[in-house]
């Protein structure tokens, strides 16, 4: 078991919070065939990225704007049988309120929408896509939740479930746990790795959290 003390814990949503991955994947592979991309190439590259930074990367001919419009409106009204990733309700129902945030890479509209399909509760800070200038890898979005809560950044632990994003949190100077396969093993310095939310145990401490991780 591995103790984590902090003051904040700050989650990644799709896959962390909500399971979306399947939806997202399926979106982004319609939009891919439309425009002759590889869907697999376009998948593997989404992962932790803001759809505008993704179609920048794989279609620099298109026009990012419209294009990121176009599968946010997919997103936006597409949220049928989204379920929360087990352990995510217990975990958030033993946060204080201002103890934690979600950074997301999508829209603060798409984010709120699958929150509430998954029965996850909003939390009280939400940086979403359009909060920001630079989205993940980049540590923008994660300073910023860290200075909405009030927050040191090394006293923030971060939840991600994609290398931009552990790789966003480690910029910022906070410490990320990796949840599931793709980031297993991973040779980047996590501080701790779980299968699903169930792994982790949060305790109120004199000077803040206790995160108790079994993985």
Not at 14 to 30: A, C, K, Q, Y
Not at 98 to 127: C, F
Not at 177 to 193: C, F, K, M, N, Y
Request: hydrophobic residues 45%; proline residues 7%; contains cysteine.
């Amino acid at each position: 078991m591995t103790e984590i003390r902090c003051d904040a814990v700050l989650f990644d949503l799709d896959g962390v919070l909500v399971r979306s991955m399947e939806l997202i994947e399926r979106i982004l592979r319609e939009w891919a065939a439309g425009h002759g991309l590889d869907p697999d190439t376009c998948v593997a590259l989404s992962h932790g990225r803001r759809d505008i930074d993704l179609v920048r990367l794989v279609a620099p001919h298109l026009d990012a704007e419209a294009e990121t419009a176009r599968i946010t409106r997919r997103e936006e009204c597409d949220v049928a049988g989204l379920l929360p990733v087990p352990g995510a309700l217990p975990l958030v129902a033993a946060l204080p309120a201002h103890r934690w945030a979600v950074v997301t890479s999508g829209t603060g509209k798409v984010a709120r929408a699958r929150l509430a399909a998954a029965g996850v509760p909003r939390p009280t800070h939400l940086i979403a896509a359009e909060d920001i200038t630079e989205g993940k890898p980049d540590p923008e979005g994660y300073l910023r939740a860290a200075e909405l809560l009030g927050t040191a950044p090394d006293r923030c632990a971060v939840v991600e479930d994609a290398s931009a994003g552990i790789d966003a949190a480690l910029a910022a100077g906070m410490q990320p746990i990796g949840l599931g396969d793709a980031v297993r093993g991973s040779a980047r310095p996590l501080t701790a790795w779980v299968p699903d939310l169930r792994a982790i145990t949060c305790l109120p401490a004199p000077d803040g959290l206790v995160l108790k991780v079994t993985a």
